[in-house]
């Protein structure tokens, strides 16, 4: 057997796939249809300070290859997170990452004060991307993600990733900003804006109008994103999200750059992704008399296999 296990962030991941934050909700209800510990970590569902009910319905649609979502960071707020999936969510089998979202700094400062109270986290995602809460996207301005990053790191001795945008910004400059200040990492990225139209009724099929793309349909922009990150930053932990469906996308991830693979719209089509991937991974190394996932991560920028 190959051997899956990753040590990054300070521990160690049974395997390179994770649970992107949303479909996954906080991991409870899942858990039954999931081999919990073939799966690297869990990312929860996107917390913020304040309870949110999320965008109206119509919210979901779907595309070719895809789905455009607006539901807009519906969540239990961090109080009742706390009281009430926390310590569910702590027997998981799994290593686990909090997904953050804040409305300013000193709003990030707050939240990140509370979450390091919660034991059993791994690292804290700070979400500087989601395309369906309006206003500007955070991720997009280098000097907004900098102070985001700084509030966070502050308070919490946690790791701290960060959730940037494909679409939108300057990744790099953004992704400097958050290193600069002590992330640890990145997640790239988060769904793409979209837009879809009923055109037997000619209005937008979303209630917001515009939502974010995920599934199939992104993978060449995430795998883009993260190949030139990975470039530009040989030293930090990327996670590479976008797209993934397959084992043939799941290796092109790790060989763009990625350490670690995020699954979100594909464990809406198959709740059993993640472990088969973990399955498939193995046996194409292992057929591949590859003894690491790690013999994979980053070939594309060293030229790929040798071919004889
Ligand atoms: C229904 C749904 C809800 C999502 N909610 C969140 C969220 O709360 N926070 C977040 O950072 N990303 C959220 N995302 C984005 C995913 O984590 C992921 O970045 C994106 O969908 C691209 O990956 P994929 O193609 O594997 O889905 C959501 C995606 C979907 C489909």
Known sequence: MADLVLKRLDAQFASPIILASGPAGFGVELAPALDLPRIGAITTKT????PRTGNDQPRLVDCPSGAL?????ENPGIDAFA???HSQMRELPLRRILSLAATSPGEMETLAVKAAKLSGFDAIELNLSCPNIGGKITGADASAV???VRAAVGVTSIPVLVKLPGDTGNLLNSSESALSVGAAGLTLINSVRGLRIDW???????SRTYGGLSGPAILPVSLARVFEARSAFPEA???GTGGVSDLGSAIEMLMAGADFIGIGFGLMVDPELPQKLAVELDKWLDEREMVSVQEIIGLAHS??????
């Open 83 to 85: 009281r009430l999936a």
């Open 47 to 50: 917390i913020t300070i304040e």
């Open 237 to 239: 932990v990327i996670i």
């Open 146 to 148: 900098r102070e985001y």
């Open 200 to 206: 037997t009724t000619g209005r937008p099929f979303l």
């Open 69 to 73: 979502n607006s539901i807009g960071l």
């Open 303 to 308: 030229g790929g296999f040798d071919v004889h």
